[in-house]
């Protein structure tokens, strides 16, 4: 048999992979086969899920375990030899390597990224792991030390995380930066991705190599210092310490502190206690926050230390006339993105249910002399959502969304894990109390059931753990304004609502919110979040600038010269950032108390109505699609486009149905393409319908047979009488099974085993009867066209 006669794998077993092990590749230590790295998109429409296809290479060649040297492409022998070198490229663009090889088992062609330069090689020319080594450094220009740093391992110990794909890049190329001494790095990569994991290996590398000895960890919030210590950064025990109380022990190497512990009054600072020489490696987390503003008290902290190298880490860079992250740190050394994570599986995909509220879209004007219900005559202007809660408080409003809340969650689940984001600190106590009237069973049985966890409340800030907690089912509802922003790691948190406004520069605490819902736990559920927005919010998803890469903004005052900004980002103001010794910071800190404003009693704070009736004029439900843009499309329109995007005629399906020797092969590819026939079929309500009738009905229009009819239907053409006895009955007994469950059941070899066919004897016994194993499978895939001739 030639080679154009055999498949991909044939030829990869045949001559390429001994051609690359005769080079001195090693399998199993530098050769990984079908390397996957990424999880495969989890495709979400109604409430079901499945995975999308995963990314993976033919080959990746390991120099060592946390540095790749080459990916090759294979293809089978009628393509020519290059055919799979651009595939190659786009992963290795992706897992940052450097040389690209595909094989049709012919030869290689070989494309260096670096330089650019193409070559054809003889099945005995493929490199060497040295002498692909060898060229990379000197392609790359790496001097002793540089080569030092770029095998130091990853910390690793058994069944320790190793770096996922775009991680080993962001720790790599940051490394390496700061090897080749860049002082000032930034590094963006979306929430969930493992920001602290990245920033421990990095340090890790840097100070197990002993180029970085003294380093410091800044954080703004405790609960991000403790989460820290007790996770990621647990392997550097006992040279590890949290600075508290403001004092500084300098016999560690390893410090993680608040920003406001180091800092106070001028000439108080805590930070003074060491030399400005002391740290020679910063890693600022949260940099959009305080480091970002040049006024910030915490700024002064970077300033003093600025011998060292500072890394900042963020998922939310800051690009506002106030505060810069890129005009610091520069232009970030890489980006991972929400889109990236979403599409490479890693994130849990969205959708987003928008409630248009009737005084929200048509605004609310006071007749003349309206009082509000404390007495105070209400300022005759028009009020719209962006007033509301904030400057003139609507009763009914708050119970509406309370209810539609708890509409949502009695539809799915009244356990699901929730955030609800207010605009401030009094709104959101009346929307605890509003959730509790609208929840007053379950309230009933345990109180923390709903809880307010803001600043201002001890009794609040101490259930943040347990709402973090996965094993802990208590709190469910939590209400917020800002603090629960960043910093609350909830991988079970499944419905984000948004009844707050956000402003010109609400971009940061948009994703920010967002991005409490992002984290995956499939092995308790959680495969995707809802975001419930009443406040429009999610306009936002449409600006460019919520996954991309907006510029520097500057002002420029007449006389200022034009100059180029250092570097690129997002955007969004900061919140306060002056040193105390709370850390738990929010926005807003105005509880409401008290009716007084800057005009005393003519003009409080907020008036509130409670005879004004608020409806829902609107409700639409919007998925994320894979550019990362929110779609409005009913699940039947989403399922017949994806359909005939795979088989655009009904000639085209039915050939591929025929052909198949498993038709459920058909429906698995059609699902990892975003076809969710379960999730159709449970909207349809038409459970009668097998997968072959739903999509010709949905796609093509053909008027459906349901299982039973098909079933009879091949009885009544006595199609089975070409068999045995036994082997009617055994087929018979299998139509009927696929009457009841469909294909998929009988398809399998293991449905033989199940009880209803333990009459005619042994699995073994029954495919016997068919003339062996092979002929049966052969009568299962001629039952299968049988049961689908139209």
Not at 210 to 215: E, F, Q, T, V
Not at 409 to 431: N, Q
Request: overall charge negative; charged content about 30%.
């Amino acid at each position: 048999m030639g080679k154009k006669h055999l498949s991909e794998e044939d030829i990869k077993a045949g001559y390429i992979t001994p051609a690359i092990t005769k080079a001195g590749w090693e399998i199993g230590k530098q050769i990984r086969f079908e390397y996957p790295f990424t999880d495969g998109r989890i495709i979400l429409r109604g409430n079901m899920t499945t995975r999308g296809k995963k990314k993976q290479a033919d080959y990746v060649l390991f120099y060592k375990p946390n540095f790749i040297l080459a990916v090759v492409e294979a293809k089978n022998n009628n393509h020519s030899v290059g055919a799979g070198l651009q595939q190659a490229i786009d992963y290795a663009k992706a897992l940052d390597v450097s040389y690209v090889y595909a094989s049709n088992g012919d030869g290689f062609v070989e494309q260096n990224l670096i330089t650019g330069a193409v070559r054809e090689l003889r099945l005995d020319e493929f490199p060497s792991p040295e002498e692909l080594y060898s060229r990379y450094l000197k392609d790359k220009n790496i001097n002793d030390t540089e080569e030092k740093m770029l095998l130091e391992p990853y910390y690793y110990v058994p069944n320790y995380k190793t770096p996922r794909y775009y991680q080993r890049v962001a720790i790599n190329r940051t490394v390496d930066a700061v090897v080749k001494g860049q002082e000032r790095i930034l590094l963006v990569s979306a929430t969930g991705t493992g920001k602290t994991f990245m920033a421990f290996q990095i340090i890790y590398r840097l100070w197990k190599s002993g180029l970085k000895k003294k380093i410091l960890f800044l954080a703004d919030r405790n609960i991000l210092i403790d989460q820290t210590m007790s996770g990621d950064f647990k392997p550097f025990k006992e040279k590890m310490t949290k600075v508290e109380k403001k004092k500084l022990d300098s016999s560690y190497e390893i410090y993680l502190a608040l920003y406001h512990q180091l800092t106070g009054d001028d000439g108080e600072e805590a930070y003074l206690q060491f030399q400005p020489n002391f740290f020679d490696l910063i890693v600022i987390d949260e940099c959009h926050r305080g480091s970002a503003k040049e006024d910030s008290a915490w700024r002064k902290i970077l300033d003093y230390f600025s011998s060292a190298t500072h890394i900042g880490c963020t998922a939310t860079p800051v690009e506002t006339k106030e505060a810069s992250s890129q005009t610091y740190f520069g232009k970030a050394i890489y980006t991972y993105s929400l889109k990236q994570g979403i599409n490479d599986g890693f994130l849990a995909p969205y959708k987003v249910i928008r409630v248009g509220l009737d005084r929200d879209l048509e605004g609310y004007r006071p007749e003349d002399g309206k009082l509000d219900k404390y007495g105070y005559e209400i300022e005759d202007r028009e009020y719209n959502s962006k007033d509301f809660d904030r400057n003139i408080v609507i009763d009914d409003r708050t119970k509406v969304v309370a209810s539609k809340i708890t509409e949502f969650l009695k539809k799915t689940d009244r356990f699901s894990k929730t955030i609800v984001f207010c605009v401030d600190i009094e709104h959101a106590e009346r929307m605890r109390q509003a959730l509790i009237n609208e929840n007053k069973d379950l309230y009933k049985e345990n109180d923390r059931y709903i809880m307010r966890i803001t600043g201002d409340n001890d009794v609040g800030k101490a259930q943040l753990e347990n709402f973090i907690d996965e094993e802990s089912t208590y709190p469910v509802i939590t209400i917020t304004s800002e603090l629960m922003s960043t910093g609350v790691d909830a991988k079970m948190c499944k419905l984000i609502v948004l009844d707050n406004t956000f402003g010109e520069n609400g971009m940061i605490r948009f994703k920010q919110m967002i991005g409490r819902g992002t984290r995956l736990l499939e092995e308790k559920g959680k495969t995707y979040f809802t975001i419930m927005d009443f406040r429009n919010a999610s306009r936002l998803f449409a600006d460019k600038s919520f996954d991309g890469e907006p510029e520097v903004v500057i002002d420029l005052g007449q006389d200022d010269p034009i100059e180029e900004p250092m570097g690129d980002s997002p955007d969004d103001g900061t919140n306060p950032d002056e040193g105390n010794d709370d850390d738990w910071v929010e926005d807003e800190t105005d509880t409401g108390d008290g009716n007084t404003g800057s005009e005393g009693e003519h003009k409080p704070k907020k008036y509130y109505v409670d005879d004004v009736l608020v409806k829902v004029l609107s409700e639409r439900v919007q998925y994320i699609d894979r550019d990362g843009k929110l779609v409005t499309e009913s699940l039947i329109d989403y399922t017949k486009k994806n359909i005939l995007q795979q088989y655009a005629k009904l000639d085209d399906f039915l050939l591929t149905w025929t052909a198949a020797e498993k038709k459920q092969a058909i429906i698995d590819e059609l699902e990892s393409e975003g076809v969710l026939l379960e999730a159709v079929r449970e909207e349809f309500g038409h459970k009668e319908l097998d997968d072959f009738d739903l999509i010709c009905h949905l796609a093509y229009d053909k008027a459906p047979l349901t299982k039973a009819e098909r079933a009879n239907n091949v009885k009544k053409r006595h199609y089975l009488y070409k068999y045995s006895e036994v082997a009617q009955q055994v087929l018979e007994a299998l139509l009927d099974k696929y009457s009841n469950e469909g294909i998929k059941e009988i398809e399998q070899t293991k449905v033989l085993q199940l009880q209803e066919f333990a009459k005619f004897g042994s699995p073994l016994k029954i495919v016997k009867e068919f003339g062996g194993k092979e002929a049966y499978e052969k009568a299962i895939q001629e039952l299968g066209n049988e049961i689908y001739i139209a």
